[in-house]
């Protein structure tokens, strides 16, 4: 419905534009740097969340099975996401 209309396929950019503005902006505050490495990487995921909800919708359009599409889409996630440490809070000990 959404590829067919102009006006939504409009609105759904917009929409995804600003949440990856807004990820870009909490990356800067919490590395408290602000520098095109944040918008960047904000950028690389949101773009992997774009292709990971097509390939998905295209697998269960296809009559994949569920726990198929599930376990493959969850597996390139974590290739995907694999950003090498960057912007990972160092763990803190727990309160005694």
Known sequence: ???GSHAL???SREIAELAERALGDAIADETGADDP??????AQLA?????????GGARVLAGQ???EVRGALAAAA????DLGGYCVRARTAAPR
Request: zero cysteines.
């Open 47 to 55: 773009s992997v969340y774009r292709v990971l909800f097509a390939e």
């Open 65 to 67: 099975d569920g726990d």
């Open 9 to 11: 396929t409009t609105r």
């Open 78 to 81: 974590r290739r995907a996401f």
């Open 37 to 42: 490495q944040q918008r960047i990487v904000a």
């Open 1 to 3: 419905m959404v590829a």
